[in-house]
């Protein structure tokens, strides 16, 4: 059972290229998220989706886009990288918050913008 | 002002010591609270959830939500040097909120 896996875990971009992140669960859990991790702030939600072809803004969503084609999937884009964008990434998938369900984490993207 | 505070450490310990991680919050709407350990180089696992006030248990580790204070608290008893990792809190309000996380505190434990 592989729960939530992140590719690619390591990527080093120079500033303006684009790239998509890839969360995978197969948890069949309906609530997927994206967030970023940096020292001293914590956690902080990017963006988040309830279901398939839905997705929602977070606490610090500018500079990233996301789609949810399928339920399984939530990919992160960054359409022009910036070294502010520097951070490891986190995917997390649960089941719906009315039923107060904890978040299953991958294991990260370590991404460096130069 | 972060809505969720949380000492960074690092906590030094020696094994067997009692460890005791805190977090303090802003927002009293907050009702729903969980405990997540994160090794190095890996993603958060929960830990522990309380609901509300009160403590709860689970094996060697307590968690104490005092909502009057606005503090909630991580007891690890008989540390052991498996227990050296971050430990995140995070909580959110009764309403399908998204959970705010604490920044973590990195607990070393010594064997």
């Known amino acids: 059972n592989a729960g939530v896996t992140q590719t690619p875990k390591f990527r080093v971009l120079k500033t303006g290229q684009s790239m998509t992140l890839l969360c995978a669960q197969d948890?069949?859990?309906?609530?997927m998220y994206w967030y970023r991790q940096d020292p001293g702030m914590g956690l902080r939600l990017i963006h988040y989706?309830?279901?398939?072809?839905?997705?929602a803004k977070g606490e610090v969503p500018d500079g990233y886009n996301v789609s949810r084609l399928k339920k399984q999937n939530f990919l992160l884009g960054l359409e022009s990288a910036a070294p502010s964008q520097t951070s490891v990434y986190f995917c997390?998938?649960?089941?719906?918050?009315?039923?107060?369900?904890?978040?299953?984490f991958g294991d990260g993207t370590r991404l460096s913008i130069l | 002002q972060k809505e969720v505070e949380q000492d960074p450490g690092p906590l030094s310990v020696p094994e067997g010591a009692i460890v005791s991680l805190n977090c303090t919050y802003s927002?009293?709407?907050?009702?729903?609270f969980m405990w997540y350990r994160q090794y190095s180089r890996k993603g958060p696992e929960l830990l522990m959830y309380?609901?509300?006030?009160g403590n709860k248990e689970d094996g060697r580790f307590t968690a104490q939500v005092d909502k009057s204070s606005k503090y909630i608290s991580l007891f690890i008893r008989d540390s052991q040097p498996s227990d050296s990792a971050t430990y995140l809190c995070?909580?959110?309000?009764?309403?399908?909120?998204?959970?705010?996380f604490g920044p973590g505190t990195r607990l070393s434990v010594l064997p």
């Open positions: 995070a909580m959110r309000g009764n309403y399908g909120q998204n959970f705010v």
């Open positions: 989706s309830v279901g398939e072809g839905t997705t």
């Open positions: 948890m069949n859990h309906e609530y």
């Open positions: 309380t609901y509300s006030s």
């Open positions: 997390a998938s649960s089941r719906p918050r009315g039923n107060n369900q904890p978040q299953h």
């Open positions: 927002n009293s709407a907050f009702q729903y």
